[in-house]
């Protein structure tokens, strides 16, 4: 029972502790008039105190000075030489500030313009500072008492009326200083509110106008730090745009390329259906449906899986791998088909250093391109499938000796569905180097493609995956 | 085989059973998630066929999880509309054998399931030597012979065969032998399997008068004994 009093009793506290302002640039605007405030207090005070300080110190070393200049005469000529001695300087004291006062061991007074010791005085060695009666006037004054040879006393003092006022004054202008401070604090912290709204407000026009379909809004950039987020925000809004453009695309190609075999299946089961007169024409026909409608699954998949890789979300498979064992493997596994087709199959690899990826990602990709390769290439040429350093990236290269592509089919190559003019016969549906140009781009990497075997000038395509690799510092780690 | 078919998709569900029957299997079914886990852990089944998103607010994987939690080592397959390759590891981290997905082909299907009832078996994982009619292979030394006569084989080739003969009158397809012979877990869209069982054909069936390796249309390989 107690201790749930005492939790409820710390919740209360939590809810009261917490900071009530919501707004970011409320709480900036306070932030910045706070430490105005407080610390145009801290240096006024600072002024303050020393100023007076320096005051109370000047007057405490006048009169030290004096007294031990006065303790001197008396040793030189005892009460007549210090009797005199005072009387001189009050005469000569023009601002009427100093104060003085010898008494005999009997308490009467020798010399001076006090009227009596001040009964307060007691205590030889510290200054007083206390309030006295001098020519009808009532004042303050800091003295010191001294003490000298046979039984006479000394008192030594200054009047700080004068300097009291000087304190006054300063007192009332530091503060009056203080409080024009808090006020331009407090104006300064509007201002401060005022551009961190308009900062924000900049962006949030733009992001709203965003968010109401208008994909082509920016937010401007000025030029202050605010740019930094605005730059996030633009490219963000560039990536947005870009996979956008790529639905649109997709779902163009979708409505082309996906209708052709499903119109094509539903004709041939129509068909059958009506006109089939035999079990097998009917089997058989049933049996090329069911192909079509396979086809329309791969090219369901091999879409989804370019989207996904788009998407950029699928690098938890990601590992630093040595690429050369993977392109054995492939290697291994086409050559035989290769060989069939009547091509040869020739693998190179160099040093390389490893990379960060998916290793079945990375095999399908080169697996693309060397279905691609014994598509293409004409019997008895070579396929060439080679790995080594190309500056500072791991480049992957399948070359053939096929009829390559023209300049303008290689920049178009990559995208969904394209197919060259050459390539309409050849079965496959136009996504292969789609999907790899979507594996390079998860990876950080290029695909680049180049027609004609650059060192012998013959026909041809060579297709590169450029890949970045692990820097050496971080594999040690 | 003693199967359970866990599937809410009627039509499916009857297409599956009906082709698993014709096989000569003995198959129980389940529309929804509820019933499935109550058939799964009550009864003894040789293969468990999951399908991964199922009604009742008891999803396949869900299924799987309490019989891997049971400690029952039923061999699963799961059945999926989910192509997603994350979706396939998930599957298969839960404790599933196999994955497939939708749509697939009945015989993909029904090797796969035989597969993985065989798998169930003890008696295969400890054998140094694989017999097959007069084919037999050494395991230790690598060796196989045919009729007596040694047959030499590359590593791949090898394995591919052995693979083949550990599934002997079982149906494979050309992705399973990619996945389980080569781990490779994608579509290639050349014949690089049929390359690959020709070339072990011309060593293990041409140089004798009895074919052991046939090939099965629309499905895949068999290596039988007759």
Redesign the interface.
């Known amino acids: 029972m107690l201790r749930r009093k005492v939790r409820c009793f710390g919740l209360v506290l939590k809810r009261r502790l917490r900071w009530p302002i919501r707004s970011a640039g409320l709480n900036f605007a306070l932030a910045y008039g706070l430490v105005f405030v407080i610390s145009a207090g801290a240096f006024l005070s600072f002024i303050w105190w020393n100023t007076t300080g320096q005051l109370d110190s000047q007057v405490e070393i006048a009169v030290q000075v004096d007294a031990a200049d006065l303790s001197h005469r008396w040793a030189q000529g005892g009460p007549t030489a210090l009797s005199l001695a005072i009387q001189d300087r009050l005469d000569q004291n023009v601002d009427d500030d100093e104060l003085y006062l010898l008494v005999g061991p009997d308490g009467r007074k020798y010399a001076g313009n006090l009227p009596g010791w001040p009964v307060v005085i007691t205590r030889l060695d510290t200054f007083y500072e206390l309030a006295i009666k001098r020519d009808g006037f009532r004042t303050n004054a800091k003295m010191h008492a001294y003490p000298l040879t046979q039984g006479f006393r000394m008192i030594v003092g200054r009047d700080v009326r004068g300097r009291q006022l000087v304190r006054h004054v300063l007192t009332d202008t530091l503060i009056w200083a203080w409080i024009m401070v808090t006020l331009l604090a407090a104006g300064g912290a509007l201002a401060i509110r005022r551009i961190f709204r308009q900062v924000v407000r900049s962006i949030a026009r733009t992001t709203a106008a965003v968010a109401q379909g208008d994909l082509s809004q920016r937010i401007p950039l000025t030029g202050n730090e605010t740019d930094l987020v605005g730059q996030t925000v633009n490219t963000m809004l560039e990536r947005i745009n870009r996979l956008m453009d790529g639905v649109k695309q997709v779902s163009n190609a979708i409505a082309h390329d996906l209708r052709t075999p499903i119109a094509r299946a539903r004709a041939r089961l129509e068909d059958a259906n009506r006109t089939a007169t035999s079990a097998e024409e009917l089997h058989a026909a049933i ?1 090329r449906a ?1 192909m079509d ?2 086809r329309v ?2 090219i369901f ?1 091999a879409l ?2 370019i989207a ?1 890789l788009e998407a950029g979300a ?1 690098r ?2 990601f590992t630093v791998l040595d690429i050369r064992p993977l392109l054995e ?1 492939l290697s ?3 050559e ?2 290769v ?2 087709a009547g091509l040869h199959l020739d693998f190179r690899a160099g040093a390389v250093q490893p990379v960060n990826g998916d290793p ?1 990602l990375l ?2 990709a080169v ?2 391109l ?2 691609n390769a ?2 293409f290439a004409p019997p008895g040429t070579t396929i060439t499938l080679s790995v080594d350093m190309q500056g500072e990236r791991l480049a992957i290269t399948v070359a053939d000796q096929g009829p390559g592509m023209s300049e303008d089919d290689l920049s178009r190559a990559s995208e969904r569905f394209f197919r060259a003019e050459t390539a309409r016969n050849t ?2 549906a136009g996504l ?1 180097l789609s999907l790899v140009q979507a594996v390079m781009s998860l990876h950080g990497g290029a695909l680049e493609l180049r027609a004609g075997e650059l060192q012998t000038g013959q026909p041809g395509l060579s297709a590169t995956l450029l890949l970045p690799v692990v820097p050496a510092v971080s594999r040690k780690g | 085989m003693r199967i359970l078919l866990v599937e809410d998709d009627p039509t499916v569900r009857a297409f599956v059973l009906k082709g698993l029957r014709e096989a000569g299997h003995v198959v129980d079914e389940a529309d929804n998630g509820k019933d499935g886990l109550f058939l799964a852990v009550s009864e003894n089944y040789d293969v468990v066929i999951l399908d991964r998103m199922l009604p009742g607010g008891i999803d396949g994987l869900r299924i799987l999880e309490t019989l891997r939690g049971q400690k029952n080592a039923t061999p699963v397959l799961l059945l999926s509309a989910l192509a997603d390759v994350d979706e396939r590891v998930a599957g298969l981290k839960a404790g599933g054998d196999d994955y497939m997905t939708k749509p697939f082909a009945f015989s993909e299907l029904l090797a796969r399931v035989e597969a993985l009832g065989r798998r169930g078996r003890p008696e295969s994982a400890s054998q140094t030597r694989l017999v097959v009619g007069d084919l037999e292979m050494d395991l230790l030394s690598r060796t196989v012979k045919r009729g007596g006569e040694k047959i030499d084989l590359q590593p791949r080739e090898f394995r591919l065969l052995e693979f083949l003969i550990r599934h002997a009158g079982q149906v494979v397809t050309r992705t399973m032998l990619l996945e389980r012979v080569w781990d490779y877990h994608f579509d290639p869209q050349t014949n690089v399997i049929d390359v690959h069982v020709s070339r072990l054909r011309q060593k293990v069936d041409k140089p004798f008068d009895k074919p052991m390796i046939h090939t099965i249309r629309n499905a895949g390989y068999i290596l039988r004994a007759d």
């Open positions: 049996d069911v409608l396979d699954t791969s998949e989804l899986r996904q699928r938890a498979a493997g291994e596994l086409y035989a088909s060989e069939d079945h095999q399908q697996a693309n060397l279905d014994i598509k079965p496959g292969g």
